[in-house]
């Protein structure tokens, strides 16, 4: 059972464009949603994260929107970069911060100049 | 300050055989968890080890066990390797309460 899916695959977006990915999860305990970006041989790297308390956060060119009722969230970025071609994953967790995170498969971004 | 480092970064295995990962935690964090990360797929959690002991298991079979030592670094073993076994394994690490920061992996490759 996957607990928590993103969309899409994989995205090809225009330099300075809003690059959008999407995720949903089902399980109402979760209480911690992060972002991760990944480059190919690198471990994940946080980007941003939010709490079901609060419904946007953004920190730069990225900003989490984060819908309760209906158990989604998504990341925008901003006037997207070529440096931003990575592969960017969702997570959830419940309780502390760092226990046991529960990924999405992943979407894979070009940003083409 | 070194983040979270790992070690090997590569490493070829026989079906059958064991085999050992180790992890140093960023400076000041005292909590490790392990994550496997098939090819294209998201990472999934193995277990958490905090103050020497497996706080959280994720699903994983036996065959997969660790270990956290008193300056907090960790391993992780795997016993009677599988094919399926082959994966970039992750370690991860946090202060109790607060984001979690990976290494950069080690690959396993078995044959």
């Known amino acids: 059972q996957q607990q928590v899916k993103q969309s899409p695959q994989s995205l090809i977006v225009q330099k300075g464009g809003i690059s959008i990915i999407n995720c949903a999860y089902e399980?109402?305990?979760?209480?911690?949603f992060p972002w991760y970006q990944q480059f190919p041989g690198k471990g994940p790297a946080l980007l941003i994260a939010?709490?079901?308390?609060?419904s946007e956060k953004k920190e730069g060119r990225f900003t989490i929107s984060f819908n309760k009722s209906a158990k989604q969230f998504s990341l925008h970025i901003m006037d997207s970069q070529p440096g931003d071609s990575a592969t960017y994953f969702c997570?959830?967790?419940?309780?502390?911060?760092?226990?046991?995170?529960?990924f999405g498969k992943g979407t894979h971004l070009i940003i083409q100049p | 300050d070194a983040g979270v480092t790992q070690s090997p970064t590569h490493l070829i295995k026989t079906r059958g055989q064991q085999v050992t990962l180790r992890c140093s935690p960023k400076?000041?964090?005292?909590?490790v968890s392990w994550y496997q990360q098939a090819l294209g797929q998201g990472p999934q959690f193995i277990f958490q080890?905090?103050?020497?002991?497996?706080?959280q298991r994720g699903n994983f079979p036996d065959r997969f066990s660790g270990h956290q030592f008193p300056n907090y670094s960790s391993e992780l073993n795997v016993n009677a390797l599988l094919l399926g076994d082959s994966a970039l394994y992750l370690c991860?690490?946090?202060?109790?309460?607060?984001?979690?920061?990976f290494g950069q992996g080690t690959r396993l490759t078995v044959v």
């Open positions: 399980n109402t305990a979760f209480d911690y």
């Open positions: 080890y905090y103050e020497e002991e497996e706080r």
């Open positions: 997570a959830a967790s419940k309780g502390r911060r760092a226990d046991g995170l529960t």
């Open positions: 400076s000041g964090h005292d909590t």
């Open positions: 939010i709490r079901p308390d609060v």
């Open positions: 991860a690490s946090s202060l109790t309460g607060a984001e979690a920061f």
